[in-house]
Antibody, heavy 119, light 107 residues
């Protein structure tokens, strides 16, 4: 079945970086965009960026422009999101979610990766 | 950035009730409006895309509509499994933005 499986929970210190992976299965990896969305504890949803695995195109929310890097490894149908210079405000659950293109809703979501930033 | 507002922030309803949630965008979004359901500890699930298209596998009691700048999610007959938080999201332009959510709980 179509699914996105994310890497496990992370605990990081302020100033560190975290990399979250998202492995796709059950569909053509290059046929869908991958979005990254985060949710701080008890808060709403915040879109961070998308990547087009087919051509490598990316789009970032300005808020994350200089701290987020997204990459893909099409040979293993996996996307990565790296967030640098972590602060306590980055404590959240991070989701990857696919969409047919940049105008469409996100129809398949990963299970989420909890990232805790604490000294 | 396009701001999304939702109302109400929360509601209590009985099983079998008709429930309506409204979302409004601060700018024109040309029906690029999606609705998601999220249960505690779980990832969101897409219910409606393009304002009124039912996502595959979603029960037909969920309906999306648009009237001018207002977008509405209607649950025709609330079921026990529908108690959750509902978010709207615009996909008209980046940064994609979500509404703050509407929590639906049992009355």
């Amino acid at each position: 079945q179509v699914q996105l499986v994310q890497s496990g929970a992370e605990v990081k210190k302020p100033g560190a970086s975290v990399r979250v992976s998202c492995k796709a299965s059950g569909y053509t990896f290059t046929g869908y965009y991958l979005n990254w969305v985060r949710q701080a504890p008890g808060q709403g949803l915040e879109w961070m960026a998308w990547i087009d695995p087919n051509f490598g195109g990316t789009k970032y929310a300005q808020k994350f422009q200089d701290r987020v890097t997204m990459t893909v490894d099409t040979s293993i149908s996996t996307a990565y999101m790296e967030l640098n210079r972590l602060t306590s405000d980055d404590t959240a659950v991070y989701y990857c979610a696919r969409a047919p293109s940049d105008y469409y809703g996100m129809d398949v979501w990963g299970q989420g990766t909890a990232v805790t930033v604490s000294s | 950035d396009i701001q999304m507002t939702q109302s109400p922030a929360s509601l209590s309803a009985f099983v079998g009730d008709r429930v309506t949630i409204t979302c409004r965008a601060s700018q024109r979004i040309s029906s690029y409006l999606n609705w998601y359901e999220q249960k505690p500890g779980k990832a969101p699930q897409l219910l409606i895309y393009d304002a009124s298209s039912l996502q595959s596998g979603v029960p037909s009691r969920f309906r999306g509509s648009r009237s001018g700048t207002d977008y509405t999610l209607t649950i025709s007959s609330l079921q026990p499994e529908d108690f959750a938080t509902y978010f709207c999201q615009q996909s008209s332009s980046t940064p994609f933005t979500f509404g703050p959510g509407t929590k639906v709980d049992i009355k």
